[in-house]
């Protein structure tokens, strides 16, 4: 037992064969193919609910094999597992829920390697960009709904574009990060964001205009809320059987690592971590009343991956305090509901700041979280909606925003 937990990509392939099978309790075989099927076929731009497009099962699945896929590629490059490689597969299932699904996110990865063979950078080195940049995955199915297009030619051009995403989002993103100083765990959703806004506005200029989609799935709280709890459940039960690691629970609520890498500091009982995070934000839709979709779950997912790289429970609260007065002054000024959906995934994507609270305190951590929703619920219209990180995009500008003023306080205090 102890030798398979300390390897996580065993860890999280067995978590995907369980989604697989969850699926299949859902709906039968031929319900699933049809349902991949219309997947598969989407527009994928931001909101493309995949449990509304193809069903719970289908949806399911689909988050399975787009995260068996993820961690293949990672075991074929040998990457060598750290808490941003969990991170990271925790954005692949979370976005598998909308968005993404192993035929749009190919090119991407590819792209990313022909990226490694011309910058003769070893692949193991280059993967996690490449699997993070599958955000632009709309990218990749967005030209097959081209008016007066042959099929072959509009199949192409995704293909081509998603090879040119995967190839560039390297450099890209290393130069983004220096905006943000590192305090935007979804550093690549920034770079992304910048480079769909580029791919939105040359669209645009050669008439190849679409509108967002707000496609939500409804009625399915039991389901998704019991899908959450499972995950959650197995990354705590794999954490306490694990013997690698100490963590105590002081820890547990207020991580400290220098380069937010907690997997690299308490090894396998980052998982303890993530299951609690999970939990909390479990109890957290329960409290406010909110209603599951694939969005909504896929944001928690990706709160739970990043459990091991930089979301500590106290420091992620203190965001989502800030996200939370955000929507509840929303809903006062507007006919929003507080638990509107699209506050719901803003709030819990916005523990992306995590790193800001701990570093300045837990006053400019609500400002951030406010911040952030703020943006968060208007910035996609400049990309289109073909950056499925929406919120890094809007948790960089954030950072970018908030920095020079915190830094100006601080100076005036000394």
């Given amino acids: 037992m102890d030798i398979f937990l300390k390897r996580p990509y065993r860890v999280h392939g067995l978590l995907y064969i369980i989604f697989i099978i969850q699926g299949f309790i859902y709906n039968s075989p031929s319900e699933i193919l049809d349902g991949l099927w219309r997947i598969i076929i989407s527009p994928d731009i931001l909101v493309s609910d995949y449990v509304a ?115 560039i989002i390297n450099p890209v993103g290393a130069a983004m990060r220096k905006f943000h100083e590192g305090y935007n765990l979804y550093n690549v959703g920034f770079a992304a964001g910048i480079i769909g806004l580029v791919l939105f506005a040359v669209f645009n200029l050669l008439g190849i205009a679409h509108d967002t989609v707000g496609i939500w799935s409804s009625g399915y709280n039991f389901e998704l809320a019991l899908f959450l709890f499972i995950t959650s459940a197995y990354f705590v039960i794999c954490g306490v059987l694990s013997t690698g690691g100490k963590i105590s629970l002081s820890e547990l609520i207020q991580i400290s690592a220098e380069d937010n890498d907690y997997y690299k500091k308490y090894a396998e009982k980052s998982y303890i971590a993530m299951g609690m995070l999970g939990f909390a934000c479990l109890i957290l839709m329960f409290a406010v009343g909110g209603e599951y979709s694939g969005p909504v779950l896929g944001s928690i997912l990706s709160v739970v991956g990043f459990g091991a790289f930089g979301k500590a429970l106290l420091n992620a609260f203190t965001i989502v305090a800030g996200a939370l007065l955000a929507a509840f002054a929303a809903s006062l000024l507007t006919d929003l509901p507080f638990n509107y959906r699209g506050f719901l995934v803003a709030t819990f994507f916005s523990t992306c700041l995590s790193p800001l609270a701990k570093r300045f305190g837990v006053k400019w951590g609500i400002i951030a979280g406010f911040l952030h929703l703020s943006l968060a619920m208007q910035i996609g219209g400049f990309h289109g909606g073909l950056n499925l990180y929406n919120n890094g995009f809007a948790g960089g500008f954030a950072a970018i925003i908030l920095l020079p003023i915190i830094y100006f306080f601080e100076k005036r205090e000394m």
Avoid: E, R, W
């Fill in 53 to 167: 497009i193809g069903g719970l099962g289908a949806a399911f699945v689909n988050v399975g094999l787009a995260g068996l896929l993820a961690v293949l590629v990672l075991t074929a490059a040998k990457h060598k597992p750290s808490g941003l490689t969990i991170g990271t597969l925790g954005l692949v299932i979370g976005f598998a829920f909308f968005g993404k699904n192993p035929v749009n996110m190919l090119p991407i990865i590819f792209g990313g390697y022909l990226y490694s063979k011309y910058s003769k950078t070893p692949y193991k080195d280059c993967i996690l960009p490449s699997l993070l940049a599958t955000c632009l995955a709309p990218v990749v199915t967005q030209p097959l709904f081209i008016p007066h297009m042959p099929a072959p030619a509009d199949m192409a051009l995704g293909i081509i574009l998603g090879l040119f995403v995967g190839f």
